[in-house]
């Protein structure tokens, strides 16, 4: 089975700084995959950044990037000059790759970041 | 930029009644997939298909639920007599196949389902 853990809750920061969220997981499959969600107000998910477990080098996308750290089983999610529009749930999710696609993500609780000007 | 759709954005129904929830996935994606997420809680998948057939189901996706893809656009999921519990925004996400084994599933935008 496959867990993931997000630890806080809620977060406050001040425009233009950077952000860390964390994310740790528990699996016993070898091929996973790592996601991060952004879920604003709206409601509508929206994909951020991946990670495959076998993947050498952080992912990066814009001024989102992932610190993955295999032994510890984290994948935090690190959002640089963070923008009054970043406010919104973050998810952190994972998904055993060795089923070629069918499986469905496993969610974490999330973080609501609020940002403030 | 294509999109996954869903329709009704918002159902209202009383406890006992069947309702379906429509979505219509990104065209050449071959995966579909139901989530759902009770207000303020995390997203926890219900069910996932491929090739006609349901490939993956959770514990949550029991006798009450079906799921349908009765043209070559639309995927369907069938609640057969709602509950209170069942209230909840469900997303639909579809993901391409690929030899690789990473494939994103893009979500729609929910279907609010309310159950009086």
């Known amino acids: 089975a496959q867990k993931i853990t997000q630890t806080q809750p809620g977060m406050f920061v001040q425009e233009k700084e950077a952000v860390t969220l964390d994310c740790t997981y528990d699996t016993s499959d070898q091929s996973y995959g790592l996601f991060w969600y952004k879920q604003p107000s709206s409601g509508e998910m929206i994909f951020l950044i991946y990670?495959?477990?076998?993947?050498?080098q952080n992912a990066t996308e814009g001024r989102y990037s992932l610190n993955f750290q295999k032994a510890r089983k984290s994948a935090n999610l690190v959002i640089s000059a963070s923008q009054l529009g970043d406010s919104a749930m973050y998810f952190c999710a994972m998904r055993d790759n060795s089923g070629g696609g069918a499986d469905g993500l496993t969610f974490g609780k999330g973080t609501h970041l609020i940002i403030q000007p | 930029e294509p999109e996954v759709t869903q329709t009704p954005s918002h159902q209202v129904t009383q406890m006992g009644q069947e309702v379906i929830l429509r979505c219509v996935p990104i065209?050449?994606?071959?995966?579909f997939y139901w989530y759902r997420q009770i207000l303020g809680q995390k997203v926890e998948f219900l069910v996932s298909?491929?090739?006609?057939?349901?490939?993956?189901k959770s514990e949550i996706f029991d006798d009450q639920f079906s799921v349908e893809r009765p043209d070559g656009s639309n995927f369907t999921l069938k609640i057969r007599s709602t509950k209170l519990e069942d209230s909840a925004m469900y997303f639909c996400a579809s993901s391409e196949y690929s030899v690789v084994s990473y494939n994103e599933q893009f979500f729609g935008p929910g279907t609010r389902l309310t159950v009086l």
């Open positions: 298909f491929y090739n006609n057939e349901i490939s993956e």
């Open positions: 990670q495959g477990s076998y993947d050498e």
């Open positions: 065209s050449n994606h071959l995966y």
